[in-house]
């Protein structure tokens, strides 16, 4: 084999080395986060909570302040003659596993509405959905 046939071969080996180094902490990554501990789990249904406690808490004021509830949520964070915006954290809106929480809002009623960990409608423990809102007043 010439020098620069093994030259290129060291190259390739170390041009691929990296990508696979990569691949393998994407695997062990990708592993572990199936294998979740409860504790997280329930830090993400902790989190989604007490960001469906602080919209909760912003709707309501956007509702005395403007008469009516927003259409969506983002209008939260938008100024408007009735409505001067607080400051809210960016991910106030994303659930605990960085999924946009649902709004429905219907007359002077809402609801806020989180999948939980699978993501689908329905579910037990981690999966359950997280729903908070108001009733007709």
Excluded: H
Aim: aromatic share 8%; proline share 6%; glycine share 6%.
């Amino acid at each position: 084999m010439s020098p620069e046939e093994k030259q290129k071969k060291k190259f390739i080996k170390l041009m691929i080395a990296p990508v696979v180094i990569a691949a393998g902490f994407y695997l062990l990554y990708g592993l572990l986060k199936l294998q979740e501990p409860d504790d997280f789990k329930r830090f993400r249904v902790v989190t989604t909570e007490n960001r469906m406690t602080t919209l909760k808490e912003q709707l309501e004021a956007f509702q005395k302040a403007c008469s009516k509830l927003p259409s969506e949520l983002n209008e939260l964070t938008k100024e408007a003659p009735c409505w001067r915006p607080p400051t809210l954290d960016s991910d106030v809106m994303i659930d605990g596993w960085s999924r946009p929480i649902q709004y429905k809002a219907e007359g002077a009623s809402y609801t806020l509405r989180s999948l939980g960990a699978d993501g689908k409608e329905g579910g037990d423990e981690f999966d359950r959905d997280l729903i908070a809102g108001s009733s007709t007043k």
